[in-house]
């Protein structure tokens, strides 16, 4: 069974990311931020947790406004640095724990957090300036990452009580994964701090004094502050601090604080603190079977309907490459250069040889049974003038004109728009894969 060995709270500053790649440890004006660092750093190499849950906040780097959600859960195989203007950090990528997210997934949605998923992006500051001082990166990572991107930037954002109820729910999800594996809790953001407008370069010292004890003792008290007392007490970025409380949530009722550290070199004060979970001695609200039930209990049974790929987080991750390829076919000159010859953008895009066989030979059926997502099947028939019957047909294994005769009309149709060269199918085509 997973364990949680503890919280960690910490600043995410692109100041500290700066430091450790400048090798500023040993200047003074730098030197308080490596050393509030260096307990944590050592608490990490004791306990070894094989992952840390990292909640971090995206600074519109992968995660722009034509699609901001409130809790996107990092589900891929690996992370690495985002270029954030200057250039990506000289990084080595980390390790995803596709198993567990899935399984955190499953746990946040049956307690009913609407969740967003991502893969393939990189991280920017938000998660890689505290990782890079807590974690040693060469030779490799020692454990992996399950990142959660907590959408603070765009109004209305979660409320404090919402965070502290996610981690509530986040500590269930992780004590119930039915691996041994030993995972910490990273909450980041904050503390008081604003970067923009006439009041940038707020800070208040007293009420992030404050705000420590309180989340270490009472952090249900600040459950009561909106997000604009936040704000008003702590700065408009410093709000951010919310993140804490899922790290929070996710502990005992009663924590033992190990370490905590604070230094304001500019902008954001630096803090860090550890929390060990104390016994809290109270009965588990819900019996593990019960919550596995709880938590799958939307899905069982699903396996046994006959020719149906649920289009799960599993199916995602592992046909992610594929899928992405095949999306891309919505730019008109990624399809020209697909319709024109193929190959280069297989080898751009690292297909593997199956993948790119079962795209050569138009097999619908082998795609959808790999992991292609139906909806990218349909574009790559408008994009190669296969209708949505012809796919249907093949995914059936069944003639287009058998399986027409099981319509109610003998139509053909595509979402192919006005590019598609060819509206006029000839049912009589051929259908690979049929
Ligand atoms: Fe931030």
Redesign the pocket.
């Known amino acids: 069974m997973a364990s949680i060995v503890g919280g960690i709270g910490t600043s ?1 500053t692109p100041t500290i990311g700066f430091a450790h790649d400048t090798h500023k440890q040993h200047e003074a004006v730098w030197a308080p931020i490596f050393e509030g660092f260096e307990p944590v750093r050592r608490w990490l190499e004791e306990k070894k947790p094989d992952v840390l849950f990292f909640i971090y ?1 995206d ?1 519109i780097t992968s995660f722009f406004l034509d699609h901001y959600s409130h809790f996107a859960l990092g589900v891929g195989e690996r992370y690495w640095p985002a270029d954030e203007g200057g250039g990506a950090r000289r990084l080595p990528p980390i390790a995803g724990h596709p198993k567990l997210a899935q399984h955190i997934a499953l746990g946040l949605v049956a307690d009913e957090f609407d969740l967003s998923f991502f893969q393939g992006k990189g991280l920017d500051h ?1 998660c890689f300036s505290p990782l890079s001082v807590l974690w040693p990166c060469e030779p490799q990572w020692p454990g992996a990452l399950v990142p959660l991107q907590v959408g603070v930037l765009e109004f209305p954002t979660p409320s404090a009580r919402r965070c502290l109820r996610l981690g509530r729910s986040l500590r269930k999800a992780i004590e119930s994964y039915p691996e041994d594996i030993k995972v910490a809790i990273v909450g980041t ?1 904050g503390l008081s701090h604003q970067v923009h407008g006439e009041r940038c370069g707020f800070n208040n010292t007293p009420w992030d004094m404050e705000f420590l004890a309180l989340l270490e003792k009472d952090p249900e008290a600040l459950t009561h502050l909106t997000i604009a007392q936040f704000a008003e007490r702590g700065g408009l ?1 410093g709000a ?1 601090v919310v993140m804490w409380l899922i790290m929070r949530g996710a502990l005992s009722s009663r924590v033992r604080k190990l370490h905590q550290s604070y230094f304001l070199p500019s902008m954001t004060p630096i803090a860090t603190v550890i929390y060990e979970n104390e016994a809290d001695g109270e009965p588990a609200a819900e019996p593990l079977a019960e919550y596995r039930a709880r938590i799958g209990a939307q899905w069982a049974g699903i396996e046994r309907l006959p020719g149906t790929y649920p289009f799960t987080l599993d199916r995602s991750v592992k046909a992610f490459r594929l899928n992405s390829f095949l999306h891309r076919l919505i730019e008109p000159a990624f399809r020209r250069q697909f319709l024109e010859d193929a190959e280069p953008l297989f080898a751009a895009a690292d297909l593997s040889g199956e993948e790119r066989d079962m795209i050569r030979r138009r097999d619908w059926r082998a795609l959808i049974r790999y992991g292609a997502i139906f909806f990218l099947l349909e574009k790559f028939g408008a994009t190669v003038g296969i209708t949505n019957l012809h796919i249907y047909a093949a995914m059936r294994g069944e003639s287009l004109e058998d399986f027409i005769k099981t319509r109610n009309a003998p139509v053909l149709y595509s979402v192919a728009g006005q590019d598609a060269g060819k509206t006029d199918w000839d049912k009589s085509s051929p259908v690979a894969g049929a």
């Open positions: 995410h906040n600074h938000g953001g970025e951010e």
